[in-house]
């Protein structure tokens, strides 16, 4: 028997969903191909897509927001629903591709200079990066093990290179090892940015392996991001979304009206009578606004895991030059500053020096797409602050930053775009990572519906989705879709289980 026909013809459940970036938009397509007739997306700004945002510079499309679908294979959601809508390229669907294990982290072509104006060679950097990824690797391990020897990546990743830089490199001169120290520093400003922490210091030991990765080389829209939002929009009955309608408060055990256990009060003053609401605002909103976004209170366990999961910032400057400065094949810049040999990942004083935060660029590929556009990344409360300058501030910190590495005193940008994630009211940084005292229950927590297992009241009032629920691919946006669509057959397996007695009568 199909979903549809057990839920007998479509319940009268009254669901509303807050927030329609791709959490929201999955569980809503998922209801409504499953026969609920009374879903409503209410969301804050004038669009869909929430992180989820395309832009552009002068005639080129830039991603504001997620850039890559990570692992694209059969298993990502993302990949598929791209695939089937035509929206990818043809080398991401070759089975090579989809093949790839990368781990994570993608094998592009570097260039690396350093703070000198010097432009290092592959011998003066593999053995650091080798070492790095080494470490990495070994981070990830502890999760499975228990028993870290320390609370933070930060700390274990120092404390080894300094060990293993004292053993295997100790026949080398002082100025190439200290060099390769620096090399590390700049690799722990990357992962800040992959992580979207402030510094590695942040992110917990214990839980670092909690993140999985899925095989695939990692590709990007041709059109844009928001292609996919698009096409998942168009399949939505139109009128479903109420855009510029911030939700302030989530009633719920809502006392006044037992047919209606959630109501739903709108900054402009609506008030929204629900059988459930699923939740999608981002954990940086969370930690900002739950205590009035939910009446009663959140439980403090489920608050407790608010608090202790890191949401950090993850910024990008897109930069436009007349030329090239870097060479022909290559695909990512890194900077090294020659004075970081105590691999410390953030800057002393951030007004004063909040561009040596700025790990380097990757290059906008295909050029004939792109044009000569660089993508820089900048983590953390250095981002923050970037983000509180104005353009020319930041465009003339880059062209300094960038004439100081080459050795090369013209070089100007033509014109540049970054994003400001962190000062969006509606999102307040990037995205998530498992904080220092983080483990896996603190993910069980966020997914965990409203009232809790063991209450009397009426079930599944309020569901959580959103990618800081999912318990491996948080920070992504196939975590989000994933998220959506297991909210979604929580409230489809509860009403495929229920009499038709005991269904809903009400209309939305
Ligand atoms: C990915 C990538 N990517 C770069 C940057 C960012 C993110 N991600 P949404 O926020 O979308 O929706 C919530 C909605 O709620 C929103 O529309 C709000 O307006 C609305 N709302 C809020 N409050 C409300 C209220 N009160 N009332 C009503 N509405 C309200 N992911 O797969 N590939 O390349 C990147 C990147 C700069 C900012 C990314 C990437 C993350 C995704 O964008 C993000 O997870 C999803 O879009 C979130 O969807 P959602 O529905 O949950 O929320 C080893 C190891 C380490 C672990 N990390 C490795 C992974 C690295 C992640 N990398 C990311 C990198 C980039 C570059």
């Not at 890191?310 to 007349?322: H, L, R």
Request: glycine share 8%.
């Amino acid at each position: 028997m199909s979903v549809k026909h057990r839920l007998y013809k479509g319940v009268n459940a009254k669901i509303v969903i807050i927030g329609c970036g791709m959490s929201g938009i999955a569980a809503a397509q998922r209801l409504v191909n499953s026969g609920f007739h009374h879903v409503r997306i209410l969301e804050a700004t004038a669009r869909s897509g929430g992180r989820i945002k395309t832009g552009r510079l002068g005639d080129n499309i830039v991603e504001i927001g997620a850039n890559w679908i990570h692992g694209p294979s059969e298993e990502n959601p993302v990949f598929c629903l791209a695939r089937q809508y035509g929206l990818l390229d043809p080398e991401a669907l070759t089975p090579q591709n989809q093949a790839m294990d990368i781990g994570g982290h993608p094998p592009w072509v570097p260039n690396f200079f350093s703070s000198s104006g010097q432009k290092l060679t592959a011998e003066d950097i593999k053995p650091a990066t080798e070492m790095f990824a080494e470490l990495l690797h070994e981070s990830s391990e502890f999760q499975s093990q228990g028993g870290e020897p320390w609370a933070c990546v930060g700390d274990f990743i120092r404390s080894e290179a300094q060990k293993r830089a004292a053993e295997k490199w100790k026949d080398i001169d002082a100025t190439t090892r200290s060099l390769r120290l620096c090399v590390i520093s700049n690799m722990l400003k990357v992962e800040c940015c992959v992580n979207g922490s402030h510094s590695m210091d942040e992110v917990g030991l214990g839980a670092f392996g909690l993140y999985k990765t899925l095989p695939g080389l990692d590709c990007t829209f041709p059109g844009g991001y928001e292609d996919l939002i698009r096409n998942l929009m168009s399949e939505l009955p139109s009128g479903l979304v109420t855009y510029n309608q911030p939700v302030r408060c989530v009633h719920w055990n809502n006392a006044e009206k037992r047919e209606n256990p959630v109501m739903i009060e709108c900054d402009a003053g609506e008030r929204i009578a629900a059988d459930h609401v699923i939740v999608t605002v981002p954990l940086g909103y969370l930690k900002k606004h739950h205590s009035a976004l939910f009446r009663p209170p959140l439980p403090l366990h489920k608050l407790h895991s608010i608090q202790r999961l890191g949401f950090g910032t993850n910024n990008k400057i897109f930069v436009e030059f007349d030329s090239p400065w870097w060479d022909a094949d290559c695909e990512v810049i890194y900077l090294v500053w020659e004075d970081e040999n105590d691999m410390v990942d953030q800057v002393p004083d951030v007004q004063r020096s909040w561009i040596k935060k700025l790990f380097g660029f990757t290059v906008l590929k295909p050029t004939e797409r792109y044009g000569h556009v660089l993508c820089g990344w900048i983590a953390g409360h250095e981002s923050e602050y970037m983000e509180t300058l104005s353009e020319q501030e930041v465009t003339h910190g880059i062209m300094q930053l960038i004439r100081r590495f080459t050795g090369n005193p013209t070089i100007t940008p033509r014109r540049i775009l970054r994003s400001q994630w962190f000062h969006d009211p509606w999102t307040c940084g990037s995205y998530c990572h498992p904080a220092i005292g983080c483990s896996a229950q603190d993910l069980e927590n966020m997914m965990e519906p409203l009232p809790t297992k063991g209450s009397q009241s009426q079930p599944l009032q309020v569901l959580f989705a959103g990618e800081a629920t999912h318990p491996c691919y948080y920070s992504t946006v196939h975590g989000a879709i994933l998220t959506g669509w297991r909210e979604a057959d929580r409230l489809i397996s509860h009403y495929s289980s229920i009499s038709p007695s005991e269904l809903p009568k009400s209309k939305l």
